[in-house]
């Protein structure tokens, strides 16, 4: 099946810095990758949508300037989050789809960050 | 009103139980069908994918959908306590972005 991995998995960071997320489709070419964010016992909320080669799309209330996207090749998409803030403490998830997957959404294991 | 709506739970069962998870949704365009099942602190999994009304099996789960009356289920038979975790019901138009529910956390009980 469609393997997504991220890294990485649990990150700790101190305020005003900044963290990068990498996430990659393993066996399969993503034309489309997803950044989602989720608190505890919450749902997904999606971030971004970015397809390769493109500027991301961002969702209503998702600061583009603190969270730099880039999908810079078919098997690779970053999440920059600048100037972090214990606010932005939070579990980041990425999914991937393309033609291949028949559309569907394959999401990558999360990431975790910690703002202290 | 959300555009889809599902019971957060959590369903607690006893291992062999049927276990029915629903949600009901209001966008009529809607014509892809999800169901995920996520661990603590995993990312999602998926575990039927449906378009259009009509079931699917897939080993212990059945995805059912009513397009005529906006509502899906997922049933899992036999459950046993590995199945606990949280189910998110998940759906979308022809394009990409997929709106998920707020999912249910099931605990299967030994």
């Known amino acids: 099946g469609a393997v997504v991995s991220q890294h990485p998995s649990w990150v700790i960071c101190k305020s005003g810095t900044s963290v990068k997320i990498e996430c990659r489709s393993l066996?399969?070419?993503?034309?489309?990758m997803f950044w989602y964010r989720q608190f505890p016992k919450q749902s997904l909320m999606l971030m971004a949508t970015?397809?390769?080669?493109?500027?991301?799309?961002?969702e209503q209330g998702v600061e583009k300037d603190k969270f730099l996207i880039n999908h810079a090749s078919l098997t690779l998409s970053t999440l920059t989050v600048t100037s972090a803030h214990p606010e932005d403490s939070s579990f980041y998830i990425c999914?991937?789809?393309?033609?291949?997957?028949?559309?569907?959404?394959?999401f990558g294991p999360g990431t975790r960050l910690t703002v202290t | 009103q959300k555009e889809v709506e599902q019971d957060p739970g959590p369903l607690s069962v006893p291992e062999g139980a049927i276990v029915s998870l629903n949600c009901t949704y209001s966008?009529?365009?809607?014509?892809?069908f999800m169901w995920y099942r996520q661990y603590s602190r995993k990312g999602p999994e998926l575990l039927m994918y449906?378009?259009?009304?009509g079931n699917k099996e897939d080993g212990r789960f059945t995805a059912q959908v009513d397009k005529s009356s906006k509502y899906i289920s997922l049933f899992i038979r036999d459950s046993q306590p590995s199945d606990s975790a949280t189910y998110l019901c998940?759906?979308?138009?022809?394009?990409?972005?997929?709106?998920f529910g707020a999912g249910t956390r099931l605990f299967v009980k030994a």
């Open positions: 999914s991937a789809s393309s033609a291949g997957t028949g559309h569907e959404q394959y």
């Open positions: 066996d399969f070419q993503a034309t489309t």
């Open positions: 449906t378009y259009s009304s």
């Open positions: 966008n009529s365009a809607f014509q892809y």
């Open positions: 998940a759906m979308k138009t022809g394009g990409f972005k997929t709106i």
């Open positions: 970015s397809n390769e080669g493109s500027k991301a799309t961002y």
